[in-house]
Structure formats: structure tokens, C-alpha cells
């Protein structure tokens, strides 16, 4: 619960002391009254996608939309107003084509644009046929913007290395129906091969599977 009237002690990057002792500042510390306000840890989303804007599900083309150093400046956008809401991390649910996600991540430790901590994503990965890919003619010109295709396990291990050689560190797999498509929850697209395949070298790298 909530509690009035506290003190909160920050030494460096790490809480020290929270209490209702008054404490008196040190020649040399920053106080800051709040003034009434609401104190809290930092809010972690684990479902973010910075280009996202204004969309509605499964728009076409996803990925395509705009141009990408336009959905940069989105991104740049979007984390920043999800830093100035109280998220301090937040993890991708899925880039694009073009290393949006990384390239962010590496300009907000660089201080280049203000963000939380970003555990960057990149392309879904599906099979040819599966659930992303039904009648989307645009792919066949060349750009899958925010999906890549593959067939087989050792197509699977190809682009999750080289989509963590990019600066992924959550691949995302779409296996099976059940997140706004016709298929059901139960249908697996994905072999099983295909699956362990992708989860074994995202794991050898030390990225996580979503």
C-alpha cells in the first residue's frame, strides 16, 4: 500500500534507504520534494513495439508502412513517451526489416535519444504458408518488412543468428494461430525440428524466444 509522507535515499544507482525520518541533506546532495506526488518503482511493459503507430490489426503492409528512417523517428518517439509514462524497461514484441530496435537501444545508451531499457527484437519469424504469410503480394517485392520466412531447421538457425548478429535480443516466432488470425490456438504450423531449431540457437547465443 501506499505511504505518506516517506523519504527516499538514492546513493549512486542504488536505493538506500526508504522511511519517514526526515533526513537532512548533505552539503553536495540533490533533494527533491514531490510535493504530493507518487513515488514508485519503474513500470516494465514486456509487449512493446516502438514503430507501432496508429494501427489497427494486421494492417498492410506491416513493417511497410512508411519509410524506414520514418518509423525510426516513431521509435524514438514512442520509447520516449513510454520512458516519460514510468516504464523504465520495456521488451520488443517485434521489429522490422532494418534494425530499428537495436539501432535504438544503441542510441539511448549513447545518449543519443532519451528511452528506457530496451530489450530489442527484430523480424517475427514464420514458415512459408503459415499464418503470416496468406495472400500478402508486397513480399514478393523484396522487403518482408516486419516478418521473415523460412522453411526447414537449418533455414530457422540461419535467421535467428543472423538476426541476433544484427543486435536482436528477443527473436519472435509465430508457431501457431491464437493472437489475431483465423487460425486456432491449437494449429502448429511450425514442425517441431523447425521449432527446437530456433529456440536451441537463440539459447546458444544467450537471446530469449517469444
Request: proline share 6%.
Amino acid at each position: 500500500a501506499a505511504r505518506p509522507g516517506q523519504t527516499v535515499v538514492v546513493e549512486g544507482d542504488r536505493i538506500v534507504s526508504v522511511g519517514d525520518a526526515p533526513v537532512v541533506p548533505a552539503p553536495g546532495d540533490r533533494f527533491i520534494d514531490l510535493a504530493g506526488r507518487t513515488l514508485m518503482p519503474g513500470l516494465v511493459t514486456t509487449h512493446f513495439h516502438s514503430t507501432y503507430d496508429d494501427i489497427a490489426i494486421l494492417p498492410a503492409p506491416l513493417g511497410l508502412e512508411k519509410p524506414p528512417v520514418y518509423l525510426g523517428l516513431v521509435a524514438a518517439k514512442n520509447l520516449q513517451c513510454a520512458l516519460r509514462s514510468g516504464f523504465t524497461s520495456v521488451v520488443s514484441a517485434g521489429g522490422i526489416n532494418d534494425d530499428i530496435d537495436p539501432q535504438c537501444k544503441r542510441a539511448i545508451e549513447d545518449g543519443v535519444i532519451e528511452g528506457p531499457r530496451l530489450v530489442a527484437g527484430g523480424r517475427g519469424l514464420d514458415i512459408v504458408g503459415g499464418y503470416q504469410d496468406t495472400e500478402k503480394w508486397w513480399w514478393e517485392l523484396g522487403n518482408q518488412g516486419s516478418c521473415r520466412f523460412c522453411n526447414g531447421p537449418d533455414e530457422f538457425r540461419h535467421a535467428v543468428r543472423d538476426e541476433i548478429r544484427r543486435g536482436v535480443e528477443m527473436i519472435k516466432l509465430f508457431p501457431s494461430g491464437g493472437h489475431g488470425v483465423e487460425e486456432a490456438l491449437e494449429t502448429l504450423t511450425f514442425s517441431r525440428e523447425e521449432l527446437r531449431a530456433a529456440v536451441d540457437s537463440a539459447h546458444q547465443r544467450g537471446a530469449r524466444v517469444r
